[in-house]
């Protein structure tokens, strides 16, 4: 067994964007900490107290976010960034087991009672970990795993929890009334954005919980799924691959593996953010192929979410001739009757003010200023209020 050691904590995140986002031209979001931090959980939710007990259950104790994988009895697999399982409990500790299940870089935040994240890796040779001691055993307490890097590093299997000293599992905590997608490459994914520019890209330094999508989300209380995967394009993949593409693996229940589908009538968005096009824009492209799979590819996640709002994207770098194509197939979209659906392309990283992530890939301040812009964009367009 071993103990969460040796962890970052992201406890002035939501200061860092307040501040960098007030220096920004334009409307400007006062970001308070617990916002970036926590979830708030709708008052609408009731907590069904029948479910209490001290054993564990992993389908009653849990409230699971993302596309989970059900169908190996020792228990759910978690593939994309940004999947996530909660839990309540009233007792003075806890224990987790946690282990890969595909590949061995795989890495999440904890957050204990609404603290901030504690990193950690997900050891094979260490799969018992201590997530909690020295609670009042007489509270409630809430727990949450969340999975900062994606499946290219490794998917990861929940065994259980146990309570070592005594007390009960409770009702998983509610879900927010408002649900996210997130559609993607790299950046969605959160690749590189605690590292520098120079750094080779590592699993580590991956972080969706700072992701703009997953920080637009929390700030806006909606539930997210981070549909990314690095490298991925709309016609063409980074590598020239025109295979598996973003046509083939959106479909996916793990995206490295093209069966099962994901079955989509488990979860229905609000609002989705389509964001491909970086990685095409590296390679000669037909314009006319590129708007028509645009296109279809809308048209596919509407076919799926009738009443969604669907904002088409770029950035934060402003590539071209993509940029151009991509409001080629709005203008296609939007003449086709779908006023639902709204283009809008994110503000070009500063490199020399901001810097950047790995591998020329935007830090935690780029994703900030992306995330005020998409905050802005939806509340705009949908009447969300914060």
Not at 25 to 50: C, F
Not at 229 to 251: A, H, K, P
Not at 311 to 316: E, M, Q
């Amino acid at each position: 067994m071993k103990k969460m050691t040796g962890a970052i904590a992201f406890a002035c995140a939501g200061l860092l964007m307040a501040m960098m986002i007030a220096g920004c031209s334009g409307r400007s979001l006062e970001l308070p900490q617990e916002r970036v931090r926590d979830v708030v959980i709708g008052e609408n939710n009731q907590q069904d107290d029948s479910v209490n007990s001290p054993e564990f259950d992993r389908k009653r104790h849990v409230r699971y976010t993302g596309r989970i994988d059900w169908r190996d009895p020792d228990g759910p697999v978690l593939s994309w960034a940004g999947s996530s399982i909660a839990l309540r409990f009233q007792g003075s500790a806890l224990t987790m087991k946690l282990v890969p299940k595909e590949r061995s870089e795989s890495w999440v935040n904890i957050k204990v009672d609404g603290g901030p994240p504690q990193k950690l890796y997900i050891d094979a040779n260490t799969p018992v970990v201590t997530i909690a001691e020295g609670l009042n055993p007489d509270e409630e307490h809430t727990v949450e795993i969340y999975k900062r890097t994606e499946a290219m590093f490794g998917t990861i299997q929940l065994h259980g929890f146990e309570l070592p000293d005594g007390g009960e599992f409770l009702a998983p905590p509610a879900r927010p009334e408002r649900k996210i997608e997130i559609i993607g490459d790299s950046i969605s994914a959160g690749s590189g954005n605690e590292g520098k520019d120079g750094d080779p890209n590592i699993a580590e330094h991956e972080n969706n919980w700072l992701a703009y999508g997953a920080l637009a989300a929390r700030y806006l209380n909606a539930e997210h799924h981070t549909t990314a995967v690095s490298g991925i394009g709309l016609t063409v993949n980074y590598g020239d691959e025109r295979v598996n593409t973003m046509l083939d693996q959106y479909e996916r229940l793990n995206p490295l593996h093209e069966e099962p589908k994901w079955d989509f009538e488990q979860w229905t968005p609000d609002v989705v953010v389509i964001n491909l096009g970086t990685n095409d824009n590296n390679y000669e492209i037909d314009k006319d192929d590129f708007v028509a799979k645009y296109v279809g590819f809308v048209e596919r996640v509407r076919s799926r979410y009738p009443e969604a709002h669907i904002f088409i994207t770029l950035g934060p770098f402003q590539l071209k001739p993509v940029q151009d194509y991509i409001f080629d197939a709005f203008g296609v979209i939007r003449q086709a009757g779908d006023k639902r659906v709204h283009c809008f392309i994110f503000r070009e990283a500063n490199r020399e003010r901001d810097g950047m992530g790995e591998t020329g890939h935007p830090n935690t301040i780029t994703h900030a200023l992306m995330a005020d812009q998409l905050v802005g964009e939806i509340m705009e367009k949908t009447g969300w209020s914060k």
